[in-house]
């Protein structure tokens, strides 16, 4: 089985409606992460997580909110979905005070946004 | 602030030919992390090499080499003899040692051509 799962793989959702993006760990890591990708922009980080009491908003965090429910859980919201929010969205975890700073990354959520 | 740019947009070799695939990197941190990924069509993000800011070895893996120079924050990848399932996206990212973030470069195609 995989250790970073993305549920869903992909989604198509229209514009206003309020999506969740989920992604499990069974790597027994900290911290969690929540990148998205497009195209001629690389990935962008948009929220991370270092524990369950700890959320910091990463560069590009309008528009989206999380919620850490477990160590092994770190979830990603639209509240209010706009096309330009359509992209692959990528979970990724690292263990708390690996100075290789190694992270392993879920399969990506492809998100489209009509 | 920390950056990492891929210069290359896209580039288009035949196969057998060596491609160099060039990173440049700004930050002021003393310690700190370099990665490559690779990006197949599938989607996924594979994990190639990680090099640490005091590591300026060379390293090579089969067809894979990197060259790492501090004097020119620059981490290049060279594949030789490319084969067409060499067709990826790579990404080149940064991270510092104290946050674990990942901050990715905007990518490279390389297209391998029969």
């Known amino acids: 089985d995989a250790d970073v799962t993305q549920t869903p793989r992909n989604r198509i959702t229209k514009t206003g409606k309020r999506i969740m993006l989920e992604c499990s760990q069974t790597?027994?890591?900290?911290?969690m992460y929540w990148y998205r990708q497009d195209p001629g922009l690389g990935l962008r980080l948009i929220y991370y997580?270092?524990?369950?009491?700890?959320?910091n908003k990463g560069e590009i965090s309008d528009g989206y909110s999380v919620s850490r429910q477990a160590q092994a859980k770190f979830s990603l919201s639209l509240e209010s979905a706009i096309p330009n929010q359509t992209a692959l969205y990528f979970c990724?975890?690292?263990?708390?005070?690996?100075?290789?700073?190694?992270?392993?990354f879920g399969p990506g959520t492809r998100l489209t946004v009509l | 602030a920390q950056k990492v740019t891929q210069a290359q947009t896209e580039i288009s070799v035949v196969e057998k030919e060596d491609v160099t695939l060039d990173c440049v990197y700004e930050t002021r941190d003393t310690t700190y992390y370099l990665f490559w990924y690779k990006q197949p069509p599938s989607g996924e993000l594979v994990f190639l090499i990680r090099r640490n800011s005091f590591d300026e070895q060379n390293e090579i893996s089969g067809r894979y080499s990197w060259n790492f120079q501090k004097s020119t924050s620059s981490f290049n990848f060279t594949i030789t003899a490319s084969q067409v399932v060499d067709s990826a996206v790579y990404f080149c990212?940064?991270?510092?040692?104290?946050?674990?973030?990942?901050?990715f470069g905007q990518g490279t195609t390389l297209q391998v051509k029969p």
């Open positions: 990212a940064l991270s510092s040692s104290n946050t674990g973030k990942l901050i």
């Open positions: 790597k027994g890591h900290d911290r």
């Open positions: 990724a975890t690292s263990e708390q005070g690996d100075l290789r700073n190694e992270q392993f």
């Open positions: 997580s270092f524990d369950v009491k700890d959320i």
